[in-house]
């Protein structure tokens, strides 16, 4: 159901908030045991806050656009009174004082926050296999990997366990665990969407953005958190279009440019690559223009992501002394050896990896060759995606080079693991709107992910594409099983 059928049911009486939420968590509590898509259920305070929505219903009060839909939320976003933990050790009991921008809006919306979900550790991975809580499953192959760093809000929404979800993407971490999962993972705009509350891995790369079963719906929660923060001086002050008023529309005489180095990658699966350019056809079939556009630099993003990502993440992890919050090692007898001790303790082997990536790309006599230049090809990358949308609206390339792999399969493989996010970590480096939805499945009955780039702030019209394709393709109507067996 989308999220407009649930308000229908809810305004006739067919059914009650509170039997919503309490369905979900009797799901959660009968699947989530073998998926571990949470860390954190909500369900006290979610089920007081449906009696309360139950209320208002009663007494004819109108409501916000969001009332009574449970959604979950990434466990790297603030939320006031309930534990974050980023799914490490070193925040494994820190609850915020205070409630990301994100999730205050949802809330405002009405929107029920049914709990926190499971994420790779300060979200660095691609797997959700370096949380500290354990790893998060597949619902469509338990022995496969949801992707990451957001698998876990992911796969909650593919098992039925909410009906959306927020997570961040900073190289990829909503886009592929969506298409590793079968859902529809949105990146907006970098500056469309504030990051305040949302605990910082790559500031410059870190965006919010939306899950859910449909186009439709992640439009809604986009519509509902985009917009201008006073909190966050990176969102940008303009107008937030009415997503839900161009979905409709046809897309006749759109011109979509499918990239060439993406299709042209040894690493793409051939299941991939036929099920995505089967998806340009039909959307050349819906009337749209397909082109072949090329971006020079667009291999180079990954290495240039693994430059400046980490070199951020050096930065803004210090902060985790085991001084202000935290946890932190009592044995030492310095404040040096305490600090060095919380941090070998609680931070996991993929954040101290990245620690020390970044602090050597930073430090005196490298900075100039590493930080310097990649920021550098970042901007030929940009210009790349310039030159491109002079010629086309809209961008077209597989999410990911391949469906989801196995559990364990890359875990001790860094490379293998970071290649997972060739194709996403572009747009993120470019700051631009990228969304993933089903299109297909390989031979194994896995999910394989469309990837559609828009220019900047012009998520409108990428989401219009989108849910012009996903009305033809109808791909979203398969659904995972559920009868978990090893």
């Known amino acids: 159901m989308t999220f407009a059928d649930l308000r229908q049911k809810l305004k006739s009486g067919e059914v009650s908030c509170k039997e919503i939420v309490q369905e979900k968590i009797n799901r959660i509590n009968k699947l989530d045991t073998t998926l571990n898509t949470f860390l954190t259920v909500n369900a006290d305070q979610a089920l007081s806050n449906a009696e309360h929505i139950d209320k208002k219903i009663a007494s004819g009060e109108s409501l916000p656009t969001l009332s009574g839909i449970p959604l979950a939320i990434k466990d790297n976003l603030c939320t006031k009174g309930i534990k974050t933990t980023c799914a490490s050790k070193i925040l494994s009991n820190f609850v915020p004082p205070y409630e990301s921008t994100v999730t205050k809006r949802l809330l405002k919306a009405g929107a029920i926050m049914i709990g926190k979900t499971n994420m790779d550790e300060f979200a660095m991975g691609s797997s959700t296999e370096t949380s500290a809580f354990g790893s998060t499953l597949n619902p469509w192959n338990i022995s496969k990997v949801p992707g990451g760093s957001s698998g876990g809000s992911a796969a909650s929404v ?93 897309i006749k005489g759109m011109k979509i440019g499918l990239i060439d180095n993406c299709f042209e990658h040894e690493g793409l699966a051939t299941d991939v690559k036929e099920s995505v350019l ?11 223009e397909i082109t072949n556009v090329s971006c020079p630099r667009f291999n180079d993003g990954i290495a240039t992501y693994y430059v400046i990502a980490p070199s951020e993440a050096s930065a803004n992890l210090a902060r985790y002394d085991g001084v202000k919050y935290g946890f932190r090692s009592e044995d030492e007898q310095s404040l040096i050896e305490m600090t060095s001790k919380s941090r070998a303790l609680g931070f996991g082997s993929e954040v101290k990896r990245r620690i020390l990536i970044g602090t050597y790309a930073l430090s005196a ?46 875990i001790d493989n860094p490379m293998a693991m970071y290649l997972s996010d060739l194709l996403t970590i572009p747009a993120n480096l470019a700051g631009l709107p990228a969304i993933s939805l089903p299109c297909g499945f390989d031979k194994l009955g896995l999910p394989i992910g469309l990837q559609l780039i ?20 109808e791909v979203y109507k398969n659904r995972p099983k559920t009868d978990f067996t090893l």
């Open 278 to 288: 089967g998806s340009a056809s039909l959307l050349e079939n819906l009337g749209a």
């Open 365 to 410: 006599g490298y900075v100039d060759a590493y930080y310097k230049k990649a920021q550098q090809v970042r901007t030929l990358i940009r210009k790349d995606f310039d030159d491109a949308f002079k010629k086309v609206d809209i961008l077209l390339a597989p999410t990911a080079p391949t469906t989801a792999f196995g559990s364990g399969e890359n």
């Open 158 to 250: 593919a098992a039925g366990l909410c009906y959306g979800s927020l997570g961040s993407d900073t190289g990829g971490s909503i886009r592929q665990p969506a298409a590793f999962c079968g859902v529809v993972g949105m990146k907006p705009t970098y500056g469309r969407v504030s990051r305040w509350g949302l605990i910082a891995f790559a500031s410059s790369l870190d965006q919010v953005g939306p899950f859910a079963n449909n186009v439709v719906d992640v439009a809604e929660i986009l519509q509902v958190i985009s917009g201008k923060d006073e909190l966050d001086s990176t969102t940008v002050d303009i107008p937030v279009p009415n997503y839900l008023e161009t979905l409709s529309k046809s």
């Open 454 to 473: 828009g220019n900047v702030f012009d998520e409108a019209k990428l989401l219009q594409v989108a849910s012009q394709f996903e009305v033809a393709a």
